[in-house]
T-cell receptor, first 112, second 112 residues
Framework: GQSLEQPSEVTAVEGAIVQINCTYQTSGFYGLSWYQQHDGGAPTFLSYNGLDGLEETGRFSSFLSRSDSYGYLLLQELQMKDSASYFCAVRGKTSSNYQLIWGAGTKLIIKP | EAQVTQNPRYLITVTGKKLTVTCSQNMNHEYMSWYRQDPGLGLRQIYYSMNVEVTDKGDVPEGYKVSRKEKRNFPLILESPSPNQTSLYFC???????????FGQGTRLTVV
């Protein structure tokens, strides 16, 4: 079957750095994406990795190792507004559908 | 402004009463999907559409119908809602199957 594993909850302190890991097992691989979702809101796109290595967008970075079926999202200089759930999603393939397969999400709790 | 618009945002209905959740996007995206989000399960794809008049089942299609008569609209139809369809629903669109997904604001449905 197809699955993604990520921690259910992570706690960090304001100003610190936190890493959210994601391991996946999917049929075909067409990229790993990260989405942020605040309580009551819609998921919003954060980053995408199609190839191995690190992608940096401001305070957020995302890493991918296809040989390890593993990726992570790194959040630096944490701010209270970063408190949200973070989802990894892999673009896999089932018959004709390049489907986004989602992890269950990691709730990030930030303490002052 | 580029956006995906869902209506209604909140809906309480009774078992068996047909309902439609509308979804419209203004980005000329070919690919549109419906997801449901339940606690601890992440997002699960219900149906997707690769273009006008082209739709197919996702992971959890039972009890749902969709149509794609126009490129911008992708309504979700529940012919006979049941309590196990109580959930948070999201419509999403992307430019092609591999693109970043843009989500609507969500519809919180309660079936009693």
């Amino acid at each position: 079957g197809q699955s993604l594993e990520q921690p259910s909850e992570v706690t960090a302190v304001e100003g610190a750095i936190v890493q959210i890991n994601c391991t996946y097992q999917t049929s075909g691989f067409y990229g790993l994406s990260w989405y942020q979702q605040h309580d009551g809101g819609a998921p919003t796109f954060l980053s995408y990795n199609g190839l191995d290595g690190l992608e940096e967008t401001g305070r957020f970075s995302s890493f991918l190792s296809r040989s390890d079926s593993y990726g992570y999202l790194l959040l630096q200089e944490l701010q209270m507004k970063d408190s949200a759930s973070y989802f990894c999603a892999v673009r896999g393939k089932t018959s004709s559908n390049y489907q986004l397969i989602w992890g269950a999400g990691t709730k990030l709790i930030i303490k002052p | 402004e580029a956006q995906v618009t869902q209506n209604p945002r909140y809906l309480i209905t009774v078992t068996g009463k047909k309902l439609t959740v509308t979804c419209s996007q203004n980005m000329n995206h070919e690919y549109m999907s419906w997801y449901r989000q339940d606690p601890g399960l992440g997002l699960r794809q219900i149906y997707y559409s690769m273009n006008v008049e082209v739709t197919d089942k996702g992971d959890v299609p039972e009890g749902y119908k969709v149509s794609r008569k126009e490129k911008r609209n992708f309504p979700l139809i529940l012919e006979s809602p049941s309590p196990n369809q109580t959930s948070l629903y999201f419509c999403a669109s992307s430019l092609g199957q591999r693109g970043e997904a843009f989500f609507g604001q969500g519809t919180r449905l309660t079936v009693v």
